[in-house]
Nanobody, 123 residues
Framework: VQLQASGGGLVQAGGSLRLSCAAS????????IGWFRQAPGKEREGVSC????????YYADSVKGRFTISRDNAKNTVYLQMNRLKPEDTAVYYC?????????????????WGQGTLVTVSS
């Protein structure tokens, strides 16, 4: 059972990146998927989450209108499209799977975590 996050990199402020979270060893459509991030010296924070069906999505206030979460259950993959990136978006981004409902405020509820992918936004 594994989640693989990818797509991070270095981008200038105002640019875009798309993160991917691919699952192996289990069927992703049984889980809601969240994206979290952790900047140096800061606590991990919830960024976005998508329900099992994809019918419900949730975003932190800091990314609303700039980030879009989506999922392709046929490909066993969840995406996070990040537009109009800001230097304060710089962090390691993690995807995680939770069996039932989304929760951006309770990372401890998640069952599986990916290894993280680094996003660096230069000013």
């Amino acid at each position: 059972v594994q989640l693989q996050a990818s797509g991070g990199g270095l981008v200038q402020a105002g640019g875009s990146l798309r993160l991917s979270c691919a699952a192996s060893g289990f069927t992703l459509d049984s889980y809601a998927i969240g994206w979290f991030r952790q900047a140096p010296g800061k606590e991990r924070e919830g960024v976005s989450c998508i329900s099992r069906s994809g019918g419900s999505t949730y975003y932190a206030d800091s990314v609303k209108g700039r980030f879009t979460i989506s999922r392709d259950n046929a490909k066993n993959t969840v995406y996070l499209q990040m537009n109009r990136l800001k230097p304060e978006d710089t962090a390691v981004y993690y995807c995680a799977a939770v069996k039932y409902v989304c929760s951006l405020s309770s990372p401890g509820r998640y069952d599986f975590w990916g290894q993280g992918t680094l996003v660096t936004v230069s000013s």
